[in-house]
Nanobody, 123 residues
Framework: QVRLVESGGGLVQAGDSLRVSCAVS????????MGWFRQAPGKEREFVAA????????DYADSVKGRFTISRDNTKDTVYLQMNSLSPEDTAVYYC????????????????WGQGTQVTVSS
């Protein structure tokens, strides 16, 4: 069983930066592609970013391209989401997810999910 634990969320002001982390345990981390998703109040969960097992392939939602960066440290079994130039529209619970698919998983293909970390951006 794979366990994912997010951390690093909080309350920031518009224009600030924040990095959220997701620590993975239970299986070999570098066997899993990782993704970040978010869910704002009253909205469906949406894709934010993804990274392949080796960290070579990355993908981003159009709404975060140029502002967010996904990365992973396979020596620490952790995936990160660096968020810059935050706006109130980025307020959401941020979830990380894992899947063994080579390359990047389809958005609906992720097998394992964390509990989420709240990110709130004030105007």
């Amino acid at each position: 069983q794979v366990r994912l634990v997010e951390s690093g969320g909080g309350l920031v002001q518009a224009g600030d930066s924040l990095r959220v982390s997701c620590a993975v345990s239970g299986r070999t981390f570098n066997n899993y592609a990782m993704g970040w998703f978010r869910q704002a109040p009253g909205k469906e969960r949406e894709f934010v970013a993804a990274i392949s097992r080796g960290g070579i392939i990355k993908d981003y939602a159009d709404s975060v391209k140029g502002r967010f960066t996904i990365s992973r440290d396979n020596t620490k079994d952790t995936v990160y989401l660096q968020m810059n130039s935050l706006s109130p529209e980025d307020t959401a619970v941020y979830y990380c997810a894992a899947d063994q698919t080579p390359g990047l998983p389809g958005i609906k293909s992720y097998t394992y999910w964390g509990q989420g970390t709240q990110v709130t951006v004030s105007s």
